[in-house]
């Protein structure tokens, strides 16, 4: 599988990591789905951790991805229990996207970009 979902039973924290072949077209509906599901089981607000790090992604996937994850019944980053969305990966095209997502345009998402999962963890502990 190109992605792998992990809850932290005593942490309200979700962590999406993707590997190198997921693609963002052929994928990404599907781990939205899942994401949904561990979100709506969550008994409060999660910090939403996404490890982006093995992804090269291009302008095209970003914004598809931007569209589907932040507007209509497909958001999870809008989702009434995300409390905070943390990115990892702390390339060019990712301070870009988190940037966008957090204008009005995408629904003014509260996001954060990392360098790797383990400070996004840390902040993500420090703030619970």
């Known amino acids: 599988m190109s992605y792998h979902i992990t809850t932290f039973p005593n942490e309200p924290i979700i962590l999406l990591s993707v590997s190198e072949d997921y693609d963002i077209q052929r994928d990404l509906t599907y781990s939205n789905k899942d994401v949904i599901a561990h979100l709506e089981r ?5 910090f939403y951790v996404n490890d982006l790090s093995k992804l090269d ?33 702390g390339n060019e095209m990712m301070l870009m996207a988190a940037e966008g997502i ?27």
């Open 57 to 89: 992604l291009d302008f095209e996937s970003l914004m598809y991805a931007a569209n589907y994850l932040c507007l209509g019944e497909t958001s999870t980053y809008n989702h009434p229990k995300v409390r905070q969305v943390l990115f990892v990966g």
């Open 102 to 128: 957090q204008t009005e345009t995408f629904g003014s998402v509260n996001a954060r970009v990392f360098g790797t999962v383990d400070e996004a963890l840390a902040y993500a502990c420090a703030r619970i």
């Open 42 to 46: 969550a008994p409060e607000p999660v």
